[in-house]
């Protein structure tokens, strides 16, 4: 099942979907994540304008799961802009 959507995934043109998107976004990477690196994260951020990237130390690949604390004060950050 997994194998089935990495696959559709790496046939997809995920840059150009991602500078097709026109709203801020806020991109929330855990620093130790084993499967998107800083290198994948920067060009996610590169390719989606005016995101914000913002690093969950410590956290793996779920941030949201890791340190809920952290992302939720994120994310009210975000959008009250403070």
């Known amino acids: 099942r997994w194998r089935g959507i990495l696959d559709e995934v790496r046939m997809t043109d995920l840059a150009a979907e991602a500078r097709a998107v026109r709203v801020r976004t806020l991109i929330i990477a855990g620093a130790c994540d084993p499967l998107f690196g800083e290198a994948h994260q920067q060009a ?38 403070r």
Do not use: K, Y
């Open 44 to 81: 996610l951020a590169e390719a989606l304008t005016g995101s914000r990237l913002v690093w969950a130390q410590n956290c793996g690949h779920n941030p949201h799961w890791e340190d809920p604390a952290f992302v939720a004060s994120a994310i009210a950050e975000m959008l009250t802009g």
